[in-house]
């Protein structure tokens, strides 16, 4: 009998089941899609490689030979600034990766089965019922065969497939404008030492700073490329997706340099709308995980390391209960893992409102706060000795804002 049926076998999924594979737990992994399959969010946090390592999936990732990854470099025209992860001030693993998802998220798969999972693909979830006493899901398999799984839990780690927000009316509209990312893989024949291929590169358009880039570069010579922006900044590029892809990168000098040389090697893809919220986390016996529950903006490349997060919180929580432990899935699960999420929202919402922007290029940083600021943009966001992290965030990020606009207006 399955103890616990998980949905999906990306990131979130691999490492609860690993979680609980090693507990000793029956462990079901259903996948709708064949692995590997291409998926962005291919930056990963340094909170990320301290999570894969506590759950015994790092070393199988290390040993792919993925891009180190040590911060994030920031450039917007003739104005430049890095974060290197080592400078924090957060506990933890001060490195991580940048990764071709289908290589990574099938390494993350294939641990969880060597951990004692059961890991099936190209099966789809087509209804469940969390009405009884334990969840009812059913399922349909590549050749249609229809299956019905009564397990004692259900986790949700479907990303943006959401199945169990859509099955079970759980989506909530997100309050973040609408934007839209285009995206692709080239060949970036950049010159040695242009950049920093240990950093994830995010630009910004010089004239209108709403409108940002990524440029993330992998061991093979290649890089994931993509331009975020509003669906009306959007509006004003006409044609193909490649062409418009293009136009905003010429849009953005440094960049279009940059990429003088670049060849496509995958054709250009389009995400509009991605930001997502549930009315709830958990109910009887489900949670969901990662992109399932909210996802906020790609622009601090947190999905992964929310994923992994509330896998292991959801895992620990769960391990607890099926133990006989009295637990409140709300004051154990949701709360601690919004506590995060919140974090990277203030983030966000501090980016496009240009406070964040103005803190990252300051002149004359003070060094300590630099460092707290580090340990966010590393993903460790839980710390509660951080004051940037947590329901204080965002005021604080405002005022350290208000102060750098302050300073340098005094200094120029």
């Known amino acids: 009998m399955t103890d616990v ?23 079901l992994v259903l996948e709708r899609q064949k692995f590997p399959r291409f998926s962005i969010g291919e930056s990963l946090l340094a909170n990320s ?23 994030a470099a920031f450039v917007c025209g003739d104005m430049y600034t890095d974060f290197n992860f080592v400078d924090k001030v957060t506990e933890g693993y001060p490195f991580t990766f940048q990764v071709p998802r289908a290589e ?15 890991v099936r693909y190209e ?11 334990r969840p009812v899901v059913t399922s ?4 249609g065969t229809i299956e019905v799984h009564t397990p004692r839990f259900v986790l949700d780690g479907s ?35 242009e950049f920093d291929r240990q950093k994830i590169r995010i630009g910004i358009n010089p004239t209108d700073r709403e409108i940002w880039s990524w440029l993330i570069p992998f061991s ?21 997706n490649e062409e418009r892809l293009w136009g905003l990168i010429a849009a953005e000098p440094k960049l279009k340099e940059l990429l003088v040389n670049a060849l496509s090697v995958r054709p250009v893809g389009e995400i509009v709308g991605y930001a997502a919220n549930v009315k709830t986390l958990h109910g009887p016996g489900f949670a969901l ?29 769960l391990d607890r209960q099926l133990r006989g432990e009295k637990v409140n899935w709300q004051s154990d699960f949701a709360e601690p893992l919004m506590f995060g999420v919140e974090t990277f929202r203030t983030f966000v919402n501090g980016w496009y409102d240009m406070s964040l922007q103005d803190v990252i290029f300051a002149k004359n940083k003070d060094p300590k706060i630099h460092r707290m600021i580090c340990s966010v943009l590393a993903g460790y966001v839980w710390d509660p000795a951080n004051p940037y992290n947590g329901p204080q965030s965002s005021r604080r990020l405002h005022t350290l804002a208000q102060m750098c606009r302050q300073r340098n207006h005094i200094g120029e």
């Open 5 to 27: 049926l998980i949905i999906g076998a990306g990131p979130s999924g691999a490492v609860a089941s690993a979680f609980l594979a090693q507990k000793g737990y029956d462990v």
């Open 49 to 71: 490689a301290q999570i894969l390592s506590e759950v015994g999936m790092l070393d199988a990732v290390m040993q792919k030979s993925f891009q180190f990854k040590n911060g």
């Open 104 to 118: 990574f998220d099938q390494v993350l798969a294939n641990e969880a089965a060597r951990f004692g999972a059961k």
């Open 123 to 133: 099966v789809e979830i087509t209804a469940v019922d969390a009405s009884g006493e």
């Open 140 to 143: 349909k398999t590549a050749d």
């Open 159 to 193: 990303g943006f497939g959401r199945t169990l927000p859509r099955l079970l009316d759980l989506e909530k509209p997100s309050d973040f404008p609408t934007r839209g990312a285009l995206f692709c893989h080239v060949k970036d024949n950049i010159v040695s030492g």
């Open 220 to 240: 093979n010579g290649n890089c994931s490329l993509g331009i975020v922006a509003t669906k009306e900044q959007h509006a004003k590029y006409t044609g193909t």
């Open 289 to 317: 995980l990662g992109n399932a529950a909210e996802f906020l903006d790609p622009v601090f490349s947190s999905g992964v390391t929310i994923a992994l997060y509330s896998a292991k919180l959801a895992a620990q929580t």
